[in-house]
């Protein structure tokens, strides 16, 4: 039998949209940053990527992190905004739609009386 492979959470990093709010919202990162105490963060918390959402044990090696190929490559994916909720609706047909229609009504037989070309329709 082969191995079972399963998703490594180790090193999984934020989703875009959540780096994406810490980067509108200082509120947002501050709430994220302060979820872990500082003692058991690399570098005792002072080093942090927002953008990659990493920390690093001393400034050089978050200088040279920030110049690296991964670094610049979330740069810029994190440039495009998230999809939305509403965009992934409006992508299978769902939304708003403020348009007014009318539903039509179904002939009866008081409205075949009162019209001869309607009941001509319903003759056909």
């Not at 998703?7 to 949209?17: L, N, P, Q, V």
Request: glycine share 6%.
């Amino acid at each position: 039998m082969g191995s079972i492979r399963r998703s490594k959470t180790k090193r999984r990093t934020r989703d875009f949209d959540q780096v994406h709010a810490d980067l509108r919202s200082s509120k947002h990162l501050a709430q994220h940053t302060g979820a872990k105490a500082i003692e058991d963060l690399p570098g005792l918390g002072r080093w942090y990527c927002v953008e990659c959402a990493k920390w690093f044990e001393a400034e050089n090696s978050l200088q040279h992190h920030r110049k690296g190929k991964n670094h610049k490559r979330r740069v810029r994916l994190l440039r495009e905004e998230p999809y939305s909720q509403k965009e992934a609706e409006a992508a299978i047909g769902l939304g708003t739609d403020n348009r007014q229609r009318t539903i039509p009504q179904p002939l009866t037989a008081k409205d075949a009386t009162a019209s001869p070309e309607k009941s001509m329709e319903i003759d056909e």
